[in-house]
């Protein structure tokens, strides 16, 4: 192992700074540290947007590294100039707003003055903003009467279908009631799912798009009246088949289960229930045949599974996402009288800046005087 080199130059007559050459050990576990200061899915992005810059440059003959303002610049004008054949801008705003922090983490990183420090990049983006006249395209959200829609078109009772149905109506659930973004959803493990003899479950967001440095946040999923629409019903129902594949029963043992389960339209989630510390994801992608696979279902087939669900209920899929439950949810309790700071309790939400949005654009008839008009 490589020594620390301490220069000996350093007396208390001479303070002066002290530069250390790391043990291999040492700056590898610097790497990591500095590395964890930012989620996997934005390294992943910042990665790609580095490839994408350093191919542009490379094609225009600019240097990459370090480049100048004026360059980041051009290149982000000339991403926001294209278009796809039907005529809509190739890459949206936030795109943008991305691909030049990732330019000026990878400088940064390099021991180099970001190309943004001095503020032209900023300006640029904001000119680019202000030329983009598209509204920006968002999901429909999933009320509570459209959740029922879907929750009565899974039909599926018996093996091997019964395993689909009952995982994507605990997703549904748990993702309309907590108003989860479709990460959280997958980043969820078993541990996290807390039994509350009162209040029904909490469930545990270790960290989330807003908060990265992972203070976490727990969501109650009330008791329901009705057992189609009980999140804690729908989660403990799942909870039983994975317990018959993750006890070591495999196929036969999730038959059993599947057979053993009650009917739909009972509650399950009264009686006693002991938390479960087990570090495995809650939510898991399946194989054919009705097979639980132990990888967690990932934030994409979240989406998919719920395009599928909307169309299965007629409705249409290309207009909803993942995010329609999240969406869903602040709509439905605007309408249902809620303040934003009860919403935010649930959301997660720092501010009411973005619930504003929900608010204008889901339900603009709440506390408008137009309904009193009497037309």
Partial sequence: MTEILIPAAITEASPGPMTDALTAEDAGRVKRTLEGSVSASTRKAYASDWRSFTAWCQAKGYTPLPAAPETVIAYLSEAAAAVRPDGTHAYAAATLTRRAAAVNARHTGAGQLPPGADGQVAR???????????VQRRVDPLLTDD??????????????????????????????????????????????????????????????????????????????????TCAPCALYRWLDLLAAVDGEGGRPALMRAVRQAGPADTHVCRRERARLHAELPLFRSLAGGGAIKPARMSGHAVNEMLKRRAAAAGLDPSRYGGHSLRAGFVTQAFRAGADSRAIRRQTGHRSDAILAVYDREYAPLVGNAVTGLGL
């Avoid at 640029?124 to 598209?134: K, Q, W």
């Fill in 124 to 134: 640029a983006l904001r000119a680019i903003r202000r030329e983009r006249s598209t």
């Fill in 147 to 228: 959740v029922k829609l879907l929750l009565r078109a899974i039909t599926e009772s018996t093996w091997p279908g019964a395993v689909a149905a009952t995982r994507d109506a605990a997703v549904l659930l748990a993702g309309f009631a907590g108003a989860f973004r479709r990460s959280e959803l997958s980043a969820l493990n078993i541990a996290d799912v807390i039994p509350s003899r009162h209040d029904g479950v909490y469930l545990r967001v270790r960290r989330s798009k807003t908060d990265q440095e992972g203070t976490g946040l727990v969501k109650a999923l009330p008791f329901g009246h009705d057992p189609l």
